[in-house]
């Protein structure tokens, strides 16, 4: 299993970046796939994740700034984050879940990828 992630940045408060992760080596489209993130000096916690069916959830601190999708074809991941604020801060991580066709949560996954630096400034 190989999961790439890409796009990070820096930017001011108010802007937009749009992260992507390129998998391989498994049956994308049967698992769940996530987006997570990790601040300096704190816990690794859950951003977005998104359903083989399309079924999305969001941490309710991103809820109507982020929107997760997929392609399952390209088995492609991405994460548009639009009204960036600095406490969005921070090391984001593509993720696989654990089990294939499970329910998309934010624990259960396996995979992760290097994780890519998203820095926005006030």
């Known amino acids: 299993v190989q999961l790439q992630e890409s796009g990070g940045g820096s930017v001011q408060a108010g802007g937009s970046l749009r992260l992507s992760c390129a998998a391989a080596g498994f049956t994308y489209s049967s698992y769940c796939m996530g987006w997570f993130r990790q601040a300096p000096g704190k816990e690794r916690e859950g951003v977005a994740t998104?359903?083989?069916?399309?079924?999305?959830i969001y941490a309710d601190s991103v809820k109507g700034r982020f929107t997760i999708s997929r392609h399952n074809a390209k088995k492609t991941l991405a994460l548009q984050m639009n009204s960036l604020k600095s406490e969005d801060s921070g090391l984001y991580y593509c993720a696989r879940g654990a089990y294939a066709m499970s329910k998309c949560l934010f624990h259960d996954y396996n995979y992760w990828g290097q994780g890519t630096q998203v820095t926005v400034s006030s």
């Open positions: 998104i359903a083989t069916d399309g079924r999305e």
